[in-house]
Structure formats: structure tokens, C-alpha cells
């Protein structure tokens, strides 16, 4: 059986590079607000529209030195799955060595077959400037993966780090280092190309799978969030406390569970609708008034929680009063007018990595049957 010639792969290559293009494209369209897509769908298409052009001018019989366009598109691919990953993982496209080398490497590539009348030192130099831009990008993307986890990271660092080995690989195989002859350049530069091809697919499959385990985040997240205070719900609460107590922090978190007090008497004089406001301001008051690593949470009904991160010692009540006071200080502009509302605060401090979320958060709710049947619009503390 004779091996594959290269220019049989190169139209495999442009098959799979426009398929992908189109499905990322298509992707990206539907997703309007997933920048990176395009960027990832510009890396196909570069590849895809390079090869295209290439075979165009080998048809028309234009000058040889222009064919190199064909070798460019690997390298133009590499700058946008580096720019697209950097979009991903929300970090800064300020610096602008990516783009300028790789313009400085393609018009080098011209002058270079233009200068030795022949091919290899183009395919040469863009195959290694290629892998110098994977190399940031399979970087990014194992930070990103010893952070969050997850195979899709795992997949598209592997996927450009076996990249940039196979592109250095190939780009010294067809030079005079390596490639004696001809035919034997002809036949690296295929086990290349047929490499090549299938890393590009693995790549697709890490991407599709990211844009996947992102939809799936989004998702779970509006799970966990209370569509109308904007706060955790009860399930996003149990889990967050979960972690919390198992992350063995030197001063353990502070529970504190507040309800809202008489609230079924603003609903029965003013109306749901005016309930639900008074319900949002709370939550909104509980969010401003928290530090960014604390949590709000509306458990359900008019009751809310919150959990201090890094308390300081002995402070408890002080934190309790400050929830109570951030609520009542102020009445809430409704639609019924200015209503003045208190709230019943019980606090807890875990005792420990070892206490159970269920045993802290009784200690709590029990405080605040105590703080309501003490006559409301107070703080007790856990025993």
C-alpha cells in the first residue's frame, strides 16, 4: 500500500478545517456572546481559506513565491486559538508580540522562498513559529485546568503541547537537517500533515467540550441563585456551607439567620407585589452590606442567612447588630409608601471543621426562634 501524498492531505486538511470552521462559525453565531468562538472559528478559517487560496494560485500559474500562503495557515490558526483561549479564560489581550510576530514571521516567509527559490525554509519557519504560539497557549491552558479542573482543559493543554513537539518535529524533518531528498521531505511532511490533522480535530472536541462545561456552570449557577433578591438560594447555601467547614479556616464562619418580622402582615395590608419589594430591598441591603467573600442567601419565604468569612473574635453580636440595623435603619420605598421593617437575627459560630452544616445551621435557627419569641427586632446568640 503506498503512503498518503501530501497534497492529498492537504485537501483532507482543507476539508476538515472548513468543516470545522463552519461549525464553529455556526457556533458562534448562535452564542453571540461567546467571543472566544470567533476567534476559534477564525483559526479553522485560516487554515481552510489558506489552503483555498494556495490551490487557486498553483491553478492559475501564479509566481511560486506566493504558493507559501499555504504554510501561513497553521500559523495564523495558532495566533487565534491563543488570542480565543485568552477571551475564554477572561484575561487581558494587551500584549501585542502574538500579532506582531506573526506578521513578521509571514513576511519572512516570503522573502526567504523568494531568496532561496525554494519552499522548505517557509514551511520551516511558520511550522516553528506556530509551536512558539502554542506554547503560551497550552500554558494558559494547564493554569487554567491546575485551577478549575475539569477534562476539557486537560484535553486542549495536552492537545497543544503534543502540538507544539509535532510542529517543531516537522518543521526541522523537511529541512536539509533531516530530509535528504526530495521524497523523503515529501514523506515527513505527510506523517505531519496526517498528525496535524488529527490534533486539530482533538482541539475542535476541547473547545466544543469547554463551551459545554461553561453552559453546564451557567446553568447550575442560576440554579443556585433566587430569582428575586438576586441572592444563593437554599440550595446553593447548603453546598457553599459544605465547603466552608471542611475548608478548615483558622477562624471558623460565622452563621447568622435572619427573618423578616410581621412580614405575612405587609402581605395581608399590602399585597404581595409589595411584599416581593420589600423581600428584593432586603437582599439588596444584605449584599451591599456584606464583604466580597461573605455570603447572602435567601433560604425561602421572608428568611435569609448569612455567613462571615474570617470573623473577627468575640464579634458576633457586633456582626448580628449590623445586620439588624442595615435592615431597619432605613424604611424601604414601596409603591404603598415608606415601610419600616425589623428583622429577628440568630447567630452561630461553627465549632469547627468537624460540625456538621445541619447542626450549625440548627444552632442558628434556634437562636432566632429565641430572638423572635423574645419580642423580635433582635440579636441572641447561639449557645
Not at 467571543?35 to 498553483?58: D, E, K, P
Not at 453580636?317 to 440568630?346: C, D, H, K, N, Y
Request: aromatic fraction near 6%; hydrophobic fraction near 55%.
Amino acid at each position: 500500500m503506498e503512503p498518503l501524498h501530501a497534497d492529498t492531505l492537504l485537501r483532507v486538511f482543507q476539508l476538515v478545517t472548513t468543516m470545522l470552521a463552519l461549525a464553529t462559525l455556526g457556533g458562534a453565531w448562535h452564542l453571540k456572546g461567546e467571543r472566544a468562538l470567533w476567534y476559534w472559528a477564525g483559526a479553522f478559517a485560516a487554515a481552510a481559506v489558506t489552503q483555498a487560496i494556495r490551490a487557486t494560485l498553483i491553478a492559475l500559474e501564479a509566481p511560486r513565491v506566493l504558493w507559501v500562503i499555504g504554510h501561513q495557515g497553521s500559523l495564523l490558526a495558532a495566533l487565534m486559538v491563543l488570542l480565543g483561549l485568552r477571551v475564554y479564560l477572561g484575561l487581558p489581550l494587551r500584549a501585542r508580540w502574538p500579532i506582531v510576530f506573526t506578521g513578521l514571521t509571514c513576511v519572512a516567509s516570503f522573502a526567504l522562498t523568494a531568496w532561496v527559490g525554494q519552499f522548505w525554509p517557509s514551511l520551516t519557519l511558520t511550522l516553528l513559529a506556530s509551536a512558539v504560539l502554542n506554547m503560551p497557549a497550552a500554558h494558559a491552558a494547564l493554569r487554567a485546568w491546575k485551577e478549575q479542573r475539569g477534562f476539557p482543559l486537560a484535553l486542549l493543554a495536552g492537545d497543544l503541547l503534543v502540538s507544539a513537539v509535532i510542529e517543531v518535529a516537522r518543521g526541522l524533518a523537511v529541512s536539509p537537517l533531516i530530509a535528504q531528498s526530495r521524497a523523503e521531505l515529501m514523506a515527513y511532511n505527510s506523517i505531519g500533515l496526517l498528525a496535524t490533522i488529527a490534533l486539530l480535530i482533538g482541539q475542535a472536541l476541547a473547545m466544543l467540550l469547554l463551551l459545554q462545561d461553561r453552559a453546564l456552570r451557567q446553568i447550575e449557577r442560576l440554579v443556585e441563585i433566587d430569582v428575586l433578591t438576586g441572592l444563593l438560594n437554599r440550595r446553593g447555601f447548603d453546598e457553599r456551607l459544605r465547603r466552608l467547614l471542611k475548608r478548615g479556616a483558622p477562624r471558623p464562619p460565622l452563621l447568622a439567620v435572619l427573618d423578616v418580622d410581621h412580614f405575612k402582615r405587609i402581605n395581608d395590608t399590602h399585597g404581595h407585589a409589595v411584599g416581593d419589594a420589600v423581600l428584593s430591598g432586603v437582599g439588596a441591603r444584605l449584599h451591599e452590606a456584606l464583604r466580597p467573600l461573605d455570603l447572602a442567601v435567601r433560604l425561602g419565604g421572608e428568611e435569609f442567612a448569612v455567613i462571615w468569612l474570617n470573623p473577627e473574635a468575640g464579634g458576633e453580636m457586633r456582626l448580628g447588630e449590623r445586620l439588624r440595623e442595615v435592615i431597619g435603619g432605613q424604611p424601604f420605598e414601596t409603591v404603598a409608601g415608606a415601610l419600616t421593617i425589623t428583622v429577628s437575627v440568630g447567630v452561630a459560630p461553627a465549632a469547627g471543621p468537624d460540625e456538621a452544616p445541619e447542626a450549625l445551621f440548627s444552632r442558628a435557627d434556634a437562636a432566632l426562634y429565641e430572638a423572635k419569641r423574645g419580642g423580635r427586632d433582635r440579636v441572641v446568640l447561639a449557645a
